[in-house]
C-alpha cells in the first residue's frame, strides 16, 4: 500500500509530464527520472535490445507494415489503402541469385546483367529494385515498393528500413531510417543496402557512374543523384524491407561528394571525411557578418557567469555581441555580475519588465538588434567549441537552411539536445536524449553527421535576421514552450531546412533557471502548430521507434499505432 501511494501521483505527474516535454522547462530530464523510478517501483527492467526487437517483430511490426506509408522532404507521411495495387518491379542483383520470397508479389522481371545500367537498357519495367547479393527482401518488400511509386509519383529513388540476417537465420540489429534528409546523406551513407529507382532516372544517372559499379560507395552515390540537391526526389517507406544478409558498403570516398556538390553548383571548400565514416561538409561564410547572442535570464548569476564567460572568451568569430536581456532579477550578485559584464564593449545589458513571455522577450530583444544573424541562448549554457559560431553560420547562411543547431550536453556527458521529433510525448521532444553521442541505437548515432529536423531547440539556435523577419519571429500565444518548434515549421514552410550540427558542442544544464511550468495555452497552441506531423507522423523521425522515450529504440506493443 506504502509503494501505491508513492506510485499513483507519481504516475498523474508522468502523464503530465508527457504533454510538456517540449523546450523551456526541465520537463524531459524530470520525465526520464519519473520513468525510471516507475519502472523501478513496478518491478520492471527496461527490455535488453534483441528482446525488445523481438517484442517489436511480434507485436509491432504487423501493424507499422500493414499500410503503405511514403515519407517525404518536411511533409506529413502519406498514407495509402492496403489494396492499392502496386506497380510491377524489376529485380536487379550483380549475380542474378534472387529468390524473392514466396509470400510477396512476383517481380515483373529478374534482370542478370552484372553491371545495373546494361540491365536497366533490356527492362521494360519503369522501376527496377537494386538488392546487394546476400541480401534478402521481406515478403511485403515489392507489394509495400510499388505501392510508394504510387504514393510519390515524382520520386525517383525508394528507399526502406533494414536489419540483419543473424546465422540462425533469425533476424537482429534492426537500422531504421529518416525521411528524404539531403544534408544527412552529405554527411553518411544511410541510403541503405537496397534500392528502388525509376529506370529512367537510373540510365540518366549512368553516364555519371561509368565504370564506378562496384567501387566505395557507389550505390550511395547513385542515391544522392537520383534524390536531388534538395532531397525532392526521394521517398521512404518507413518498413523492415530488407533483411541483410552482408555487411554495409564501404562509404562513399569525400572527394566523390564534392564532385557532385560542385556539379550542383554548391560551392564546398572542403569535404572531410572522419575515421568513423562520417563527412563534414566545409562552406565558406561570405564577408564577416555580425551575429548578435540574445540571452533572457532571471537571477542565477553563477549560471549567467558561466555562459558569458565561455562566450567571451572561448568563441573565436569576431565580429561577435552578447545581448542579455534581465527578466525581474532582484539579486545583488546579478546587479554586481552585469556591471562587470557591461564594461565589455561586445556586452549590451537590457531590462526587461514584461511578465515572462519567452517568445515575446527574445522578439523584442532581436528587434533592437541590428546583426546580420541572431543566435537565441539559453543562460544555462557554456560553450564548448571555439569556433561553433563559424560552423553554425557555414550552414545558417545557405539559402535553404533556416534554423541550425549545435549538439548541447548534460554536464555528464549524455546527449540534451540532438533536434526534435514532432509526435514524442504527445507533443515534441529529443530524439537521444540521455544517450552517450556514441551510443548506437537502431536510428544511428547522436554524434553519426549533420540530420536534418523539422524543429531544433531554441536553447541555442542561430538564424539569419532576414529569414527572422520574413516569417515574424517568434508567435507571443506561446508563452513558455513549443515556440521554437513553431518557427521552425514557419521557416520550413519558407523553404529554409533545419538543422542539428553533432561536431558543434554546447554544454547545457536544461532550464535550471526555469520551473517546470508551461502555461495551458501553449499545448493548444502547439496543436494547431504541429497539425499532422505531431498526430500522423514527423517525416524525420520513423513510426518504428518509440515516442514514449528519447533513447531511440524500437516501439513496443503497448504503443499504438497510428
Same mark, same amino acid.
Given at each position: 500500500?506504502?509503494?501505491?501511494i508513492v506510485v499513483?501521483?507519481?504516475a498523474l505527474l508522468l502523464?503530465?509530464l508527457? /504533454?510538456?516535454?517540449i ?10 527520472r519519473l520513468?525510471h523510478r516507475?519502472?523501478?517501483?513496478r518491478?520492471?527492467r527496461p527490455l ?11 507485436g509491432v511490426?504487423p501493424?507499422?507494415?500493414?499500410v503503405?506509408?511514403v515519407?517525404r522532404?518536411?511533409?506529413p507521411?502519406v ?5 492499392l495495387p502496386?506497380?510491377?518491379?524489376a529485380l536487379?542483383? #550483380? ?11 512476383r517481380p515483373?522481371q529478374v534482370?542478370?546483367d552484372?553491371?545495373?545500367?546494361a540491365a ?6 519503369e ?10 527482401l521481406?515478403p511485403?518488400a ?18 526502406c528500413?533494414e536489419d540483419?540476417? #543473424? ?5 537482429r ?6 525521411g528524404?534528409?539531403?544534408d544527412?546523406?552529405l554527411?553518411?551513407?544511410d541510403s541503405?543496402? /537496397?534500392l528502388?529507382?525509376?529506370r529512367?532516372?537510373?540510365l540518366?544517372?549512368g553516364?555519371?557512374l561509368a565504370?564506378?559499379?562496384?567501387a ?5 552515390e547513385?542515391?544522392?543523384r537520383l534524390?536531388?540537391?534538395?532531397g525532392e526526389r ?5 518498413v ?5 544478409g552482408t555487411?554495409?558498403d564501404?562509404p562513399l570516398p ?5 564532385e ?7 560551392a564546398v571548400?572542403?569535404v572531410e571525411?572522419?575515421?568513423d565514416?562520417v563527412?563534414?561538409v566545409?562552406?565558406?561564410v561570405a564577408?564577416q557578418?555580425?551575429v548578435e547572442?540574445v ?5 542565477r548569476?553563477?549560471?549567467l557567469r558561466?555562459?558569458a ?7 573565436t568569430w ?5 545581448q542579455l536581456v ?5 539579486e545583488t550578485?546579478t ?7 557591461a ?6 545589458v537590457v531590462r526587461?519588465?514584461q511578465?515572462f513571455n519567452y #517568445?515575446a522577450?527574445?522578439?523584442a530583444a532581436v528587434?533592437?538588434?541590428d546583426?546580420d544573424?541572431i543566435?537565441?541562448?539559453?543562460n544555462?549554457?557554456?560553450v ?9 553560420l ?5 539559402p535553404?537552411v ?10 555528464d556527458g549524455?546527449?540534451?539536445h540532438?533536434?526534435?521529433? /514532432? ?8 530524439p537521444f #536524449?540521455?544517450?552517450k ?7 544511428g548515432?547522436a554524434?553519426?553527421?549533420?540530420r536534418?529536423w ?11 535576421r532576414a529569414?527572422w523577419?520574413?516569417v515574424?519571429g517568434f ?5 513558455v514552450?513549443?515556440n521554437?518548434?513553431d518557427?521552425?515549421?514557419r521557416?520550413?514552410?519558407?523553404g529554409?531546412r533545419?538543422?542539428c ?6 554544454l547545457h544544464?536544461e532550464?535550471?533557471s526555469r520551473?517546470?511550468y508551461?502555461?495551458p ?7 494547431r502548430?504541429?497539425g499532422?506531423?505531431?498526430?500522423v ?7 518504428? /521507434?518509440?515516442l ?7 516501439r513496443t506493443p503497448e504503443?499504438?499505432i497510428?
Amino acid at each position: 500500500m506504502d509503494r501505491w501511494i508513492v506510485v499513483a501521483p507519481a504516475a498523474l505527474l508522468l502523464a503530465a509530464l508527457s /504533454l510538456t516535454a517540449i523546450r523551456w522547462p526541465p520537463a524531459r530530464r524530470r520525465l526520464g527520472r519519473l520513468r525510471h523510478r516507475l519502472t523501478a517501483a513496478r518491478g520492471q527492467r527496461p527490455l535488453p535490445p534483441a528482446a525488445r526487437f523481438a517484442s517489436f517483430q511480434a507485436g509491432v511490426e504487423p501493424a507499422v507494415a500493414a499500410v503503405p506509408r511514403v515519407h517525404r522532404w518536411a511533409r506529413p507521411p502519406v498514407l495509402g489503402e492496403p489494396d492499392l495495387p502496386p506497380v510491377p518491379l524489376a529485380l536487379w542483383s #550483380a549475380t542474378g541469385d534472387v529468390a524473392p520470397p514466396a509470400t510477396t508479389v512476383r517481380p515483373a522481371q529478374v534482370l542478370t546483367d552484372a553491371d545495373p545500367f546494361a540491365a536497366a537498357r533490356t527492362s521494360d519495367a519503369e522501376w527496377i529494385v537494386l538488392l546487394r547479393p546476400g541480401d534478402e527482401l521481406a515478403p511485403l518488400a515489392l507489394e509495400r515498393l510499388g505501392q510508394a511509386v504510387k504514393l510519390a509519383p515524382d520520386a525517383d529513388v525508394v528507399t526502406c528500413d533494414e536489419d540483419e540476417l #543473424a546465422a540462425d537465420g533469425g533476424r537482429r540489429a534492426p537500422h531504421v531510417r529518416p525521411g528524404p534528409s539531403p544534408d544527412r546523406w552529405l554527411a553518411c551513407d544511410d541510403s541503405g543496402a /537496397l534500392l528502388c529507382v525509376r529506370r529512367d532516372a537510373l540510365l540518366d544517372a549512368g553516364r555519371a557512374l561509368a565504370g564506378r559499379v562496384g567501387a566505395p560507395g557507389w550505390r550511395h552515390e547513385l542515391a544522392l543523384r537520383l534524390a536531388g540537391p534538395r532531397g525532392e526526389r526521394h521517398a521512404h517507406v518507413p518498413v523492415l524491407l530488407c533483411h541483410r544478409g552482408t555487411p554495409p558498403d564501404p562509404p562513399l570516398p569525400a572527394a566523390r561528394v564534392a564532385e557532385l556538390l560542385a556539379e550542383w553548383g554548391d560551392a564546398v571548400d572542403a569535404v572531410e571525411q572522419r575515421s568513423d565514416g562520417v563527412r563534414l561538409v566545409r562552406r565558406a561564410v561570405a564577408g564577416q557578418p555580425s551575429v548578435e547572442l540574445v540571452v533572457p535570464f532571471r537571477d542565477r548569476p553563477e549560471l549567467l557567469r558561466r555562459c558569458a564567460t565561455t562566450v567571451l572568451e572561448r568563441s573565436t568569430w569576431k565580429r561577435l555581441t552578447l545581448q542579455l536581456v534581465d527578466n525581474g532579477s532582484q539579486e545583488t550578485a546579478t546587479a554586481e555580475l552585469l556591471r562587470e559584464l557591461a564594461r565589455d564593449p561586445r556586452v549590451t545589458v537590457v531590462r526587461d519588465e514584461q511578465p515572462f513571455n519567452y #517568445a515575446a522577450i527574445n522578439n523584442a530583444a532581436v528587434a533592437r538588434s541590428d546583426a546580420d544573424f541572431i543566435v537565441l541562448l539559453n543562460n544555462d549554457t557554456a560553450v564548448m567549441t571555439p569556433d561553433w559560431v563559424e560552423q553554425l553560420l557555414e550552414e545558417a547562411s545557405r539559402p535553404q537552411v533556416g534554423a541550425v543547431a549545435p549538439l548541447l550536453l548534460y554536464p555528464d556527458g549524455s546527449v540534451q539536445h540532438a533536434g526534435a521529433a /514532432l509526435g514524442m510525448h504527445g507533443y515534441a521532444g529529443h530524439p537521444f #536524449a540521455g544517450l552517450k553521442p556514441e551510443q548506437p541505437t537502431p536510428f544511428g548515432r547522436a554524434d553519426g553527421g549533420t540530420r536534418n529536423w523539422l524543429a531544433v531547440t531554441a536553447a541555442c539556435m542561430m538564424v539569419e535576421r532576414a529569414k527572422w523577419d520574413a516569417v515574424g519571429g517568434f508567435q507571443e500565444q506561446f508563452v513558455v514552450a513549443g515556440n521554437d518548434v513553431d518557427l521552425c515549421l514557419r521557416l520550413t514552410a519558407a523553404g529554409h531546412r533545419s538543422l542539428c550540427l553533432p561536431h558543434v558542442r554546447l554544454l547545457h544544464d536544461e532550464s535550471r533557471s526555469r520551473g517546470a511550468y508551461v502555461d495551458p495555452g501553449d499545448f493548444a497552441a502547439s496543436e494547431r502548430s504541429y497539425g499532422e506531423f505531431r498526430t500522423v507522423g514527423d517525416p524525420f523521425y520513423n513510426p518504428n /521507434l518509440t515516442l514514449s522515450r528519447s533513447d531511440c529504440g524500437m516501439r513496443t506493443p503497448e504503443e499504438a499505432i497510428s
